[in-house]
């Protein structure tokens, strides 16, 4: 496995993504000692025994990714399907519009020409429903007369995927305006989404009208064996893939510089969000702001006035490529980070829904249960496997940290395994997934996926020094270990990289780890650089008020964990 | 590799600056390529379509929308006046009569029989863009705008808030290190920029935008007080459409760091000259920085300039994270090997020289370039 990288060649001098690309295959034919580019510095295909790929494919972020404006006529409804199908495809929903947004119609029309997307999703209305909504929508369209952010002279595409009986309406208001593609609705009857024509169509669109833009795009279409597909969503592929293929829940998190990405399987319906403002270097203030101040102190050990705190993080985001150099530093970034990651599985948690506006045949049981249409997918009891990427994460000082910041975040319940995307391969194997499944999750598993290990925490009502599970542990050495976890600790056993072991959790009266209130349970997890960690910190985790029993408190739970470099 | 990419901010006295100047949609050009242009003279004009109304007549007259187009009183394209009716509706034995008036002056673009809505459009808005530049008109691009260049001083910002304003450089501070006070604000500061050191407390600001200051320039501000004059949180680094009478530029951060000396001493030989400042600041790709700018009247002609992007053993660098912010230094060397810092990081460092003498290891990421 090696990988190579070189900066973008899409602006001047060079003008041609293909540069670039050439460059950072260079860097791999030094790293792997094989010739991979001819003399006119094309890649040599097909491969021989010394020389050359079988396959390349290729990602794109290229001008900020894919910036799209969806509307929908209710935003519970068709706006949110609309909104899941943009997503899904890998885009940056800038602002999504329906008859129900509580903005007037002029205020609509002047958002919708402020925008300059790079391409708009029109949904709206079941199949034979009322018409007349959904030409609304395409009338604040009209009237707003929407330019493309990239290129004066070309015209906006406009995906269509709502009525089918509107249809013709929507052409003739249109008409001549945008360049509508019609596919399928993405709520044919309320009971039902379908996402992936429209998906389809604005990954395609996306292909043709965004990317021709880029400067060389079309010499690299030629180059590549698969369909160039903007990165978020080839990591979405991947993180569908992943689930399907091993029959689990996952939860992939992409944390940076701007933006925050979490994908999700749950119960085999998969989601994506991306929260366009909580990231770790430009859009940190934010994380700050959204968060609030005692909300990021809370994990900070470090005792610094709180202006100059605000101090340091705005200079970060003025300042986006340094790096902490003091400890106290890293210790900031990590709060921020602990909390940007919350807040976008909180985002996360209320988007993926089942479907809403949906009758349900309800029987007793469910009546008692309060089970209603738009609850939450994201069970964190049912969640198996948690896959972190972005800077923060996968560079993190030490994996210890890493493990701890996503615990901290996202506090998982019952069985949990962690792991990091170690060089940001999770794309490019989501396009090979496309053509070589096997291949992909092979190099998935193996190569790109660093292990961590697993958590243990139980869900109920934690009261410190109480004990709230015993384990034994069968595999993490010569002889079977004993765990008994109180309330308010972390501990950790180690269990390499490669191990498994079988757990046997008897959780205390009241306490559950998956199996229900003070069942046993019985669960083989593989391990990784930190082991097995032990959470009785309670959900959510319990602070102490005054700081310098916090300080000794969140000393104390690195600690146990491994996550300070002593000395 | 010895050398690291590190492009610091723009300080120069004797630059070719030049700008694009475009118009949002098409327009017109007033301008022609080779014509001197003044900063505050208009370089092209357009008109932004104006606003649309719709109006619901289907709705306002209880009819049915495929009815509507036959109870108009208007035709599509026709120019229309506020109040003027635009549709009617009479009830039986001419009863009952219901009229929709026009909200607004402007023209009837659309109607449509499935909605039953009447989309009206509002007079267009004139824009004009100046040249913000003192300069020499270089491209004409048809319709959409103009190339301006001129040989003169650009000082680059690390943030502002504010857009272009044009006024008179005023330095109110001795030293780059001393701290713009409210008393330090003249009487009279309209239409002055105002350049302090180190940096201005919030009354200072006030102060001088009350005494009618275009601009601030100082090293840095407190966080706080830069959400006081916003009214929010500043999250990232977009700005420039901030509705302030007094653009501020800060040229180096947040809390209390000097000016840089150059910075300070350049800004001081330009006093009483006139300049354009923007506060515009994008952190992304395609970075903005905000400016200071100071055209001269030499022609551009050949002036020929190279930006310096790498920086070797012997180069000036400012430290731009702790410990040291704000700190020139000299690079001393520049080990391939990763080395781990205190954070615990293994990355890749310079080792440099402080002012005083004494030897720092920092990560290559930590510092900016300075340019001689």
Redesign the interface.
């Known amino acids: 496995m090696a990988r190579g990288e070189a900066p973008t060649t899409v602006e001047a001098p060079f003008d041609d993504v293909t540069v670039g690309v050439a460059n950072a295959v260079r860097e791999l034919e030094e790293v792997t000692g094989r010739r991979l580019l001819d003399e006119a510095g094309k890649l040599i295909r097909p491969a021989t025994d010394q020389e050359g790929v079988d396959v390349y494919v290729s990602t794109s972020s290229a001008?900020?990714g894919l910036q799209m404006l969806v509307m929908g006529v209710v935003r519970s409804m068709t706006a949110e399907s609309a909104q899941r199908a943009a997503l899904g495809a890998g885009a940056i929903v800038m602002d999504t519009i329906c008859s129900n947004d509580r903005r007037l119609?002029?205020q609509q029309?002047?958002r919708i020409r402020q925008l300059r997307p790079d391409m708009i999703l029109l949904a709206g209305g079941i199949d034979g429903g009322t018409?007349?909504h959904v030409?609304?929508l395409a009338?604040?369209v009209?009237?707003?007369?929407p330019?493309a952010r990239l290129g004066?002279g070309y015209r906006l595409p406009l995906v269509y995927a709502g009525n089918r009986l509107a249809v013709p309406?929507v052409r003739e208001?249109l008409n001549g305006l945008v360049d509508i593609h019609e596919v399928e609705n993405v709520r044919p009857v309320l009971e039902i989404e379908n996402l992936g024509p429209a998906r389809d169509a604005i990954h395609e669109l996306f292909m043709e009208h965004v990317m021709a833009q880029a400067p060389g795009y079309d010499k690299l279409k030629t180059m590549t064996d698969a369909p160039i597909m903007p990165t978020p969503g080839a990591v979405g592929k991947l993180v569908e893939i992943v689930a399907r293929e091993r029959g689990i829940s996952v939860l992939g998190v992409d944390i940076g510089g701007?933006t925050t990405d979490v994908f999700s399987v749950f119960r085999g319906k998969f989601n994506r969000t991306v929260s366009a403002?909580l990231g770790m270097s430009?859009?940190v203030?934010?994380v700050?702001?959204?968060a609030g101040y005692s909300n990021v102190a809370r994990w900070g050990w470090v005792d610094l006035p709180e202006?100059?705190i605000?101090?340091?993080?705005?200079?970060k985001?003025?300042?986006?490529?340094?790096?902490?150099?003091?400890?106290e530093?890293?210790v900031i970034e990590q709060a921020l980070a602990r909390e940007a990651l919350r807040l976008s599985l909180q985002q996360h948690k209320e988007f993926a829904t089942t479907l809403k506006g949906v009758q349900m045949r309800r029987t007793v049981a469910d009546a008692f249960a309060q089970t209603s249409s738009g609850q939450t997918l994201v069970n964190m009891m049912e969640l198996d496997l948690i896959i972190g990427s972005g800077g923060v994460l996968s560079?993190a000082?030490?994996r210890e940290q890493a493990a701890l910041m996503m615990i901290d975040a996202f506090e998982p319940l019952g069985v949990t395994q962690l792991a990091v995307d170690s060089i940001f391969m999770m794309p490019h194997l989501g396009v090979l997934g496309e053509l070589a499944p096997e291949a992909a999750m092979e190099v998935f598993w193996r190569d790109c996926l660093v292990p961590l290990g697993a958590v243990v925490a139980p869900a109920g009502r934690m009261k410190p020094g109480r004990v709230l599970l015993e384990a034994r542990i069968e595999g993490a050495g010569e002889a079977p270990q004993h765990v008994v976890l109180r309330g308010g600790e972390l501990l950790r056993v180690e269990l390499p990289e490669g191990a498994e072991a079988k757990l046997v959790i008897e959780p205390a009266r009241g306490m559950d780890v998956g199996a229900g209130r003070g069942r046993r349970l019985e669960r083989r997890v593989w391990g990784g650089k930190v082991g097995i960690v032990f959470d009785g910190r309670g959900r959510p985790i319990q602070f102490a008020s005054d700081f310098k029993q916090r300080r000794e408190q969140l000393l104390a739970w690195a600690r146990a964990i491994g996550a300070l470099?002593e000395g | 590799m010895a050398h690291a990419y590190t492009p610091g901010l723009l300080v120069r006295e004797r630059a070719v600056i030049r700008k694009r100047r475009m118009l949002p949609?098409r327009g017109q050009v007033l301008v022609r390529t080779g014509d001197r242009v003044r900063a505050q003279q208009i370089v092209a004009r357009a008109e932004l379509?104006g606003?649309?109304?719709?109006v619901n007549i289907a709705h306002h007259l209880g009819i049915e929308?495929a009815d509507v187009p036959a109870k108009l009183k208007v035709q599509v394209g026709e120019r229309i006046q506020r109040g003027q009716p635009l549709a009617e509706n009479v009830g039986l034995f001419g009863l009952f009569r219901s009229v929709v008036s026009s909200p607004c002056d402007g023209e009837v673009?659309?109607v449509?029989a499935?909605?039953?809505?009447l989309?009206l459009?509002e007079p267009n808005i004139p824009l004009e863009l100046t040249a913000y530049l003192s300069g020499e008109v270089v491209d004409v691009i048809e319709d959409?705008g103009v190339e301006l260049a001129a040989v003169g001083t650009i000082v680059q910002g690390?943030?502002g808030v504010g857009g272009e304003k044009f006024g008179r450089l005023a330095v109110v501070v001795k030293s780059p290190t001393e701290e713009l006070r409210p008393e330090d604000v003249p009487a009279d500061a309209k239409g002055l920029i105002l350049v302090g050191g180190q940096r201005a407390s919030l009354s200072a600001y006030r102060v001088a935008a009350e005494r009618g200051a275009v601009g601030v320039v100082v090293g840095s501000f407190?966080?706080?007080d830069?959400s006081q004059i916003l009214g929010y949180?500043?999250?990232?680094?977009i700005t420039g459409g901030e509705d302030i009478p007094t653009t501020l530029i800060l040229t180096e951060?947040?809390?209390r760091l000097a000016m840089a000396e150059r910075t300070f001493a350049l800004l001081k030989k330009l006093e009483g000259r006139e300049a354009s400042i923007n506060g515009a600041?994008q952190?992304?790709?395609g970075v903005i920085r905000p400016e200071i700018i100071v055209s001269s009247d030499e022609a551009v002609g050949e002036l020929r300039q190279e930006t310096i992007t790498e920086t070797r053993v012997g180069s000036l660098v400012r430290i731009?994270?702790?410990?040291h912010?704000g700190t020139l230094a000299r690079i001393k060397a520049l080990p391939s090997e990763p080395v781990v810092?205190?954070?615990?990081?293994?990355?890749r460092v310079m080792v440099v020289e402080l002012p005083d003498g004494r030897e720092h290891i920092?990560?290559r990421?930590?510092v900016?370039l300075i340019e001689l």
Request: charged share 20%; proline share 8%.
């Open positions: 001008g900020g119609p002029y029309i002047q018409v007349s030409a609304k009338e604040l009209r009237a707003a007369r330019t004066m309406v208001i701007a403002n430009y859009s203030g934010n700050l702001t959204s202006q100059e605000r101090n340091r993080v705005k200079n985001i003025i300042r986006p490529t340094t790096i902490p150099q003091l400890l530093d890293l560079h000082p030490l470099r | 949609i379509p606003n649309v109304q719709l929308p673009e659309a449509s499935v909605t039953g809505q989309i459009r959409e690390i943030l407190d966080d706080a830069l949180d500043l999250g990232i680094a951060g947040f809390g600041t952190i992304r790709a731009i994270r702790e410990p912010f810092i205190e954070s615990g990081a293994t990355v920092l990560p990421a930590n900016e």
